[in-house]
C-alpha cells in the first residue's frame, strides 16, 4: 500500500493522558499536513511542513499540541495533558503538487 | 463569514438522479479548488482538482469553478448508492494549507 499511513486508528485516554500520533507520507511527497476533524464540521488545518520544516501553525495548536518531522520523512502529532475537548479524527495528507492532497484514514482520539 | 460555506444537507435523492453540490468562498485569493468525498469513519478521498475557473469531467463527476461570483459546484450524474458519502469542498492559494467546507451528506436510494 502506497497511500498516507496513520496510527495509531483510535486510541482512548484518560483526560490529563499524553498521546502521540504518527503519520507515514506517500514517499516522494515533500509537503505534510495534520487536520482535525469533529463530528459534522469539515477538517480544520492545525500545522503543515514542507521537508522538515514546520512552516505553519494554526491558533487553534495550542502549547499542548506539538508536530515534529524529523530527516523530512514520518510525523508525529503529540498532545499533552489531552482534555475532552480535544476528542476527534487527526487526519494526515500529503502533496507533492499544489493544492492536491492525499489524505490517511485518520487517527481517532476519545479522551475520557 | 467563513472562508469557505457549504450547506450541510442532509440531501437525499434517488438512484440515477443528478446529484448538485455547491460552496461559496469569500477569499478572492483562492486558485486551487478541490471536491474530496469522505465515508464514514475514513478520511477523505481527492475526487476532483480544479486550477482556476472553468469546467473538469471525470466520468459520471463535473467539477464547475466561477471565480466571478466565487462558487464552486459539483455535480453527479446517474447517481448510484455507493455514491453515499459527505461531500467535501475545499480550497487553497497554492502549496499551503486548503480550507474546507463542512461538508454535504449524500444518501441515494436505491
Known amino acids: 500500500d502506497t497511500g498516507v499511513s496513520q496510527n495509531p486508528r483510535h486510541k482512548i485516554t484518560k483526560r490529563g493522558q499524553n498521546v502521540t500520533f504518527r503519520c507515514d507520507p506517500i514517499?516522494?511527497?515533500?509537503?505534510l499536513y495534520w487536520y482535525r476533524q469533529t463530528l459534522g464540521q469539515g477538517p480544520e488545518f492545525l500545522t503543515y511542513?514542507?521537508?522538515?520544516?514546520?512552516?505553519?501553525k494554526s491558533r487553534l495548536l495550542s502549547d499542548r499540541f506539538s508536530a515534529e518531522r524529523p530527516k523530512g520523512s514520518f510525523s508525529t502529532l503529540e498532545i499533552q495533558r489531552t482534555e475532552q475537548g480535544d476528542s476527534a479524527m487527526y487526519l494526515c495528507?500529503?502533496?507533492?503538487?499544489?493544492?492536491?492532497?492525499?489524505f490517511g484514514e485518520g487517527s481517532r482520539l476519545t479522551v475520557l | 463569514q467563513k472562508e469557505v460555506e457549504q450547506d450541510p444537507g442532509p440531501l437525499s435523492v434517488p438512484e440515477g438522479a443528478i446529484v448538485s453540490l455547491n460552496c461559496t468562498y469569500s477569499?478572492?485569493?483562492?486558485?486551487?479548488f478541490m471536491w474530496y468525498r469522505q465515508y464514514s469513519r475514513k478520511g477523505p478521498e481527492l475526487l476532483m482538482y480544479?486550477?482556476?475557473?472553468g469546467n473538469k469531467e471525470d466520468g459520471r463527476f463535473t467539477a464547475q469553478v466561477d471565480k466571478s461570483s466565487k462558487y464552486i459546484s459539483l455535480f453527479i450524474r446517474d447517481s448510484q448508492p455507493s455514491d453515499s458519502a459527505t461531500y467535501l469542498c475545499?480550497?487553497?492559494?497554492?502549496?499551503?494549507?486548503?480550507?474546507f467546507g463542512k461538508g454535504t451528506k449524500l444518501t441515494v436510494n436505491p
Open positions: 477569499n478572492s485569493a483562492f486558485q486551487y
Open positions: 495528507a500529503s502533496s507533492f503538487s499544489a493544492g492536491e492532497l492525499f
Open positions: 514517499s516522494e511527497h515533500n509537503r
Open positions: 480544479t486550477y482556476s475557473s
Open positions: 475545499a480550497t487553497s492559494r497554492g502549496s499551503e494549507k486548503l480550507v
Open positions: 511542513f514542507q521537508n522538515e520544516a514546520q512552516l505553519e
